[in-house]
C-alpha cells in the first residue's frame, strides 16, 4: 500500500497517516506500507515493522498562500516537478495494490495527478482520504473548482473515506456533489488512538515522573500556536489559584524567537512547565487532568481516546476547519469551545481553566461508532487488496 500524506509545515497530515499505516500493518502480516511525505521532521518519529517512508522535498506555505521551497534555493516551480518526479518514479518501483491520498484529491499544485493516471491505467485502487472537516463550504468551493479536484473525485477515485461521523459534520457539506461520488463515501469515524504496548518508554516515563495533575496545553505543530500559548502564560502569570500545573508543549515549527521567549517566561513560573516537542503526544495526553489545543484533527482524536476533559481555542484562518469541528463537537457534549475573539482577555482563560476541572469527559456524551475509524478502514482497505496467502488457503480449501 502506497499513501500520499499530503505535507507543508504541520504534523496533522503525516501523523495520521501513520496512525493508518501502524494499525494496517498490525491487523495484516502480510501488507507493507510506504508513506510519501514532504514533513521536514518525518525522521523524529518511529516506524513499526513493515511501515516506512520516502522523504520529498519540502515546501512551506507564505501568509500570503503561495507557496516556497522549504531548504532548496530554486524556485517552487522546480522543488514541485522534483517532487511530482519522486511520487511517480516510487508508485512504479514500488508497484502498490492501493493507493490512499490524504486530503488533496490532486496532491499539492497537482503533483500526485500523473501518478493518480498512471496508477489508474494499471487497474490500482484509488482511495482519497478526508479528515471529517475541510473547510467552510463558502471557502472550500471556490478552491475545489480552481484545482480541478471534483472531475478526479468522479474519475480518477474509486473509493473516499471521512475519517469522521455524519452527524458531527460532512467535509463536502455545501458543495454540488453527484450522487455518483457521494456512493464512493464511507464514513469510518474518528481513529482511535492508543499508547504502544512496548514504549515509547522515554516518553512515558516522562509523563508518570510529572507531578500529578496536570493540564496539557498543546498547539499541534505550532507554526500558529503563539496566541493560545500566551494567552495560558498569562493566566497563570495573573496568579490566580489555578487547580492544576501546566504543561506547554509549543510544537516544532514554532518560530524560534517565540520558542525562547515562552520557555523563558515559563521557567518563572513555579507552576508552568514547557517542552518544544515530543513525538509521542499520546503518552502526554494519556496522563493529563485536560488538554487545551487548538483543536486540529490529530489532538481531538487524542482527546476522544483517552477520554481527556478539552478545552479547544480554535483558528479562524486560513481555514476554519478548526473552529466548526469545535463546535460541532461542543453541541454533541464531547468538549467545551473558548472562541478566539482577538483581545484574549486574561480574565476568560482563567475561568475556562477553572471550568476545564470540573468538566465531563467525552464518554460522558454517548455517540454510537465515535471511535471505530480504524476498524473500519481496516474493513474498507481488505475490500480492495488482494487475498492473503492464508485466505486464499481458506478459499481453495472451502471449494
Known amino acids: 500500500m502506497l499513501i500520499y500524506s499530503h505535507d507543508t509545515m504541520g504534523l496533522g497530515h503525516l501523523r495520521r497517516c501513520r496512525t493508518i499505516a501502524h494499525a494496517l500493518v498490525e491487523a495484516d502480516k502480510d501488507l507493507s506500507v510506504l508513506i510519501l511525505s514532504g514533513s521536514p521532521i518525518i525522521g523524529s518519529f518511529d516506524f513499526k515493522a513493515r511501515v516506512d517512508f520516502v522523504r520529498i522535498p519540502g515546501v512551506i506555505k507564505l501568509r500570503d498562500g503561495d507557496y516556497t521551497s522549504l531548504n532548496l534555493h530554486i524556485d517552487i516551480a522546480q522543488t ?45 485502487p484509488l482511495v482519497l482520504g478526508l479528515r471529517d472537516v475541510m473547510d467552510d463550504p463558502a471557502l472550500l468551493e471556490p478552491e475545489w473548482k480552481r484545482k480541478n479536484a471534483l472531475p478526479a473525485l468522479r474519475e480518477l477515485y474509486d473509493d473516499i473515506w471521512v475519517y469522521g461521523l455524519p452527524q458531527i459534520c460532512d467535509p463536502l457539506e455545501g458543495l454540488a456533489i453527484p450522487q455518483s461520488v457521494r456512493r464512493k463515501m464511507s464514513y469510518t469515524g474518528y481513529l482511535r488512538r492508543t499508547l504502544p504496548l512496548n514504549g515509547p518508554r522515554a516518553s512515558m516515563d516522562a509523563a508518570r515522573d510529572r507531578e500529578q495533575p496536570y493540564v ?25 489559584q489555578l487547580p ?43 496522563r ?62 482563567v475561568r475556562a481553566l477553572k471550568n476545564l476541572a470540573r468538566q465531563k469527559s467525552p464518554s460522558a456524551a454517548v455517540v454510537p461508532g465515535l471511535l471505530d475509524g480504524l476498524e473500519n478502514v481496516e474493513r474498507l482497505v481488505r475490500r480492495w487488496l488482494p487475498l492473503t496467502q492464508d485466505e486464499a488457503a481458506i478459499r481453495a480449501l472451502a471449494r
Not at 101 to 122: H, Q, Y
Not at 256 to 280: G, K, M, W, Y
Not at 318 to 345: N, S
Open 80 to 124: 514541485l516537478a522534483i517532487r511530482a518526479s519522486i511520487i511517480r518514479h516510487t508508485a512504479e518501483a514500488f508497484q502498490p495494490d492501493l493507493f490512499l491520498v490524504d486530503k488533496e484529491p490532486l496532491g499539492l499544485r497537482g503533483e500526485v495527478s500523473e501518478t493518480l493516471e498512471f496508477l489508474k491505467r494499471r487497474n490500482v
Open 244 to 286: 492544576h500545573r501546566a504543561l506547554l508543549v509549543l510544537g516544532p515549527f514554532m518560530q524560534s524567537e517565540r520558542q525562547a521567549e515562552f520557555l523563558n517566561r515559563a521557567q518563572a513560573l513555579p507552576d508552568v512547565e514547557a517542552i518544544t516537542f515530543d513525538a509521542h503526544m499520546e503518552a502526554l495526553i494519556a
Open 288 to 349: 493529563a487532568a485536560g488538554v487545551v489545543a487548538m483543536g486540529g484533527y490529530n489532538t481531538f482524536c487524542e482527546i476522544l481516546s483517552f477520554d481527556r476533559p478539552g478545552l479547544i481555542v480554535p483558528r479562524t484562518a486560513p481555514r476554519l476547519e478548526q473552529t466548526i469541528r469545535a463546535e460541532r463537537a461542543q453541541a454533541q457534549g464531547l468538549v467545551r469551545m473558548l472562541p478566539d475573539d482577538g483581545i484574549r482577555r486574561t480574565e476568560d482563560m
Open 216 to 240: 496539557l496545553v498543546t498547539t499541534g505543530g505550532g507554526g500558529d500556536g503563539d496566541a493560545l500559548i500566551d494567552w495560558v502564560l498569562r493566566a497563570y502569570e495573573a496568579g490566580a
